[in-house]
T-cell receptor, first 111, second 115 residues
Framework: DQQVKQNSPSLSVQEGRISILNCDYT??????FLWYKKYPAEGPTFLIS?????DKNEDGRFTVFLNKSAKHLSLHIVPSQPGDSAVYFC??????????FGKGTRLHILP | EAGVAQSPRYKIIEKRQSVAFWCNPI?????LYWYQQILGQGPKLLIQ????????DSQLPKDRFSAERLKGVDSTLKIQPAKLEDSAVYLC?????????????FGPGTRLTVL
């Protein structure tokens, strides 16, 4: 039973345009959401997070939006750059320590 | 600040053999996690330590997997005997007890291939 779902295995976006990665969750007890970025042969690295009491969090080119009623969050990257090509994992937590990850979306930034 | 160290980076074994992975977390991080990431999936938590005590091992296949964190610093994860379905990347992560514990810092992982 997947509690965190990333339904798009891959996404291709032109350099300079906006990348939008989507994530859905089923557990209404989740109170914290994170995005991790992973390059090949490296471990995931933390990118941005959002608490359930907010609906938006922005950090430079990265913005995460949370729609609690729809149990949906999205990561926006604008403008997209070649170095953004990676696998992005959506993750959620209902406690301070345990994180549940989605399957990931591979983002390709096209020149 | 040095990151999370893991070794070996790659390991190939035959089924029914044993294998061990080592992890050294970021200095001062009290919480240590082992994850299994099967190709095409997200990381799945196997076991979580706080200092040298186990917090959560509910998804650890205890008939073949074991882990320890002696002295509350580095940790080893062992598989004995290995099965074909254990082929995966094993990730170690750590987080600070006093910082933002949601932000886990991951090592590069050990890619295990079981033949």
């Amino acid at each position: 039973d997947q509690q965190v779902k990333q339904n798009s295995p891959s996404l291709s976006v032109q350099e300079g345009r906006i990348s939008i990665l989507n994530c859905d969750y089923t557990n209404s007890m989740f109170d914290y959401f994170l995005w991790y970025k992973k390059y090949p042969a490296e471990g995931p690295t933390f990118l941005i997070s959002i608490s359930s009491i907010k609906d938006k969090n922005e950090d430079g080119r990265f913005t995460v939006f949370l729609n609690k009623s729809a149990k949906h969050l999205s990561l926006h990257i604008v403008p997209s750059q070649p170095g953004d090509s990676a696998v992005y994992f959506c993750a959620a937590s209902d406690s301070m320590d345990k994180i549940i990850f989605g399957k990931g979306t591979r983002l390709h930034i096209l020149p | 600040e040095a990151g999370v160290a893991q070794s070996p980076r790659y390991k190939i074994i035959e089924k029914r053999q044993s294998v061990a992975f080592w992890c050294n977390p970021i200095s001062g991080h009290a919480t240590l996690y082992w994850y299994q990431q099967i190709l095409g999936q997200g990381p799945k938590l196997l076991i979580q330590f706080q200092n040298n005590g186990v917090v959560d091992d509910s998804q650890l296949p205890k008939d073949r997997f074991s882990a320890e964190r002696l002295k509350g610093v580095d940790s080893t994860l062992k598989i004995q005997p290995a099965k074909l379905e254990d082929s995966a990347v094993y990730l170690c992560a750590s987080s600070s007890l006093y910082g933002t514990s949601y932000e886990q810092f991951f090592g590069p992982g050990t890619r295990l291939t079981v033949l």
